[in-house]
């Protein structure tokens, strides 16, 4: 079935390195791709997100990066600090006709970021 | 102000009892979502209310879930005979309508941990 998938399932990089989180999907018809960071023991909170037609995004000190032709989609984080230290989601959502999006979101499976000071 | 609630925080019963888990979504906020998180995994989508239309609940694993929303306000997810497979984390997350092109960011509460035993 339809999915979205990460490449690495953990990441460790020293304080002040840029960090590089990939994500895999298979649902071409996905309109918005949505990166959810998790700290432990709370819910996932919303980082950024870039819809199908744009294939870079900026945030602060966050990009998201898409590549539909392969279907990949990465997020950067600059300069990374301990308090990014985290489970990064990827996830989709499936947009309807009219151009609003859907509220079902697909997940993956996460990739447990670990910055070291 | 407020963000997503749920409650209990902590819930330990035993395999074949019925729970219930309550989410209190941000005032205002249109549609409500619940997930499932498995140890370790992402997030499962369960069911999705959006203000007055029939509820999307085609991530539902079994008949022994089943969810109600009252208006726009609070949700209960019940799980009726519970199974040691029914341990996990029970996120719900609610949304602004922003209408047409937009996606609606989804907050999350901090989610019912449930243990089957």
């Known amino acids: 079935g339809e999915s979205v998938g990460l490449h690495l399932p953990t990441l460790s990089v020293q304080e002040g390195d840029n960090s590089i989180i990939n994500c895999a999907y298979s649902n071409s018809a996905s309109d918005y791709f949505i990166w959810y960071k998790q700290e432990s023991g709370k819910g996932p909170q919303f980082i950024i997100d870039i819809r199908s037609n744009m294939d870079k995004r900026q945030g602060q000190r966050v990009t998201v990066l898409l590549n539909k032709t392969v279907k990949h989609l990465s997020l950067q984080i600059a300069a990374t600090q301990p308090g990014d230290s985290a489970v990064y989601f990827c996830?989709?959502?499936?947009?309807?006709?009219?151009?609003?999006?859907?509220?079902?979101?697909?997940f993956g499976q996460g990739t447990i970021l670990t910055v070291h000071p | 102000g407020a963000g997503v609630s749920q409650s209990p925080s902590n819930k330990v019963t035993e395999k074949g009892k019925d729970v219930e888990l309550r989410c209190d979504p941000i005032?205002?906020?249109?549609?409500l979502y619940w997930y499932r998180q498995r140890l370790g995994q992402g997030l499962e989508f369960l069911i999705y209310f959006q203000g007055n239309s029939a509820p999307d609940k085609s991530g539902l694993p079994s008949d022994r879930f089943s969810a109600e929303r009252t208006g726009e306000s609070v949700s209960t997810l019940t799980i009726q005979r519970t199974q040691q497979e029914d341990s996990a984390v029970y996120l719900c997350?609610?949304?602004?309508?922003?209408?047409?092109?937009?996606?609606?960011?989804?907050?999350f509460g901090p989610g019912t941990r449930l243990t089957v035993l």
């Open positions: 996830a989709e959502n499936k947009g309807v006709a009219g151009g609003t999006s859907y509220g079902k979101l697909t």
């Open positions: 005032s205002g906020h249109t549609a």
């Open positions: 997350a609610s949304s602004l309508d922003r209408g047409l092109k937009h996606y609606n960011e989804q907050f």
